[in-house]
């Protein structure tokens, strides 16, 4: 993926160097899904990142300062014009903006150089700070999937079964917002 900047952010592939700062949010995932990548060492982040570093799925959020990873953003096509989007920042940095900017900025990107048509997110029912996130950005709630989804399991080994929003947004509805 191309360079994108904000006033505040980088948004790039991953390298290497960012190992550390992706084991501080990603060891300790305070949402269900991110459980699957079971990254808790150094060498463990250095092999995802080699993963993520080749494919343009995953985007690293950087402090412009300093280049410091903040958190990532990531993406499934869906053909022909159709994203699933998503995002997972490290708790540190919460509260300042940087989830919406980064956002917004990879959102104009789907919408104005990949020719997305639709972007759609799914976030659990109890992530209230992803639905915020959501909503600011424009999308709207289209509906709730119940026990959707299973990361986790009870403690008797059965699957534990999430609720999950899906939330959307058109291009037109987009370009409507920018006015």
Not at 23 to 28: C, D, G, L
Not at 85 to 97: D, L, P, T
Request: with cysteine; net charge negative.
């Amino acid at each position: 993926m191309q360079t994108l900047e904000t006033s505040r952010l980088i948004l790039r592939n991953f390298v290497t160097t960012d190992a550390p700062e992706l084991i501080e949010y990603i060891t300790n995932p305070r949402v269900n899904c991110f459980l699957e990548h079971n990254v808790s060492t150094l060498e463990d982040a250095v092999i995802e990142i080699e993963k993520r570093s080749i494919a343009d799925e995953y985007i690293a959020v950087c402090l412009k300062e300093s280049n410091k990873l903040i958190g990532e953003l990531f993406t499934m096509k869906e053909e022909p014009d159709t994203y699933n989007i998503g995002w997972n920042f490290n708790v540190k940095y919460e509260g300042k903006g940087y989830a919406s900017e980064s956002a917004n900025a990879f959102m104009e990107y789907l919408y104005m150089q990949q020719e997305a048509r639709r972007l759609y997110a799914y976030v659990e029912d109890d992530n209230f700070r992803s639905q915020k996130l959501c909503e600011k950005l424009g999308m709207r709630r289209e509906g709730l999937f119940k026990e959707f989804i299973s990361f986790t399991k009870h403690e008797d080994g059965t699957p534990k079964y999430e609720n999950t929003f899906q939330y959307a947004l058109l291009k037109k509805e987009w370009l409507a917002h920018q006015k």
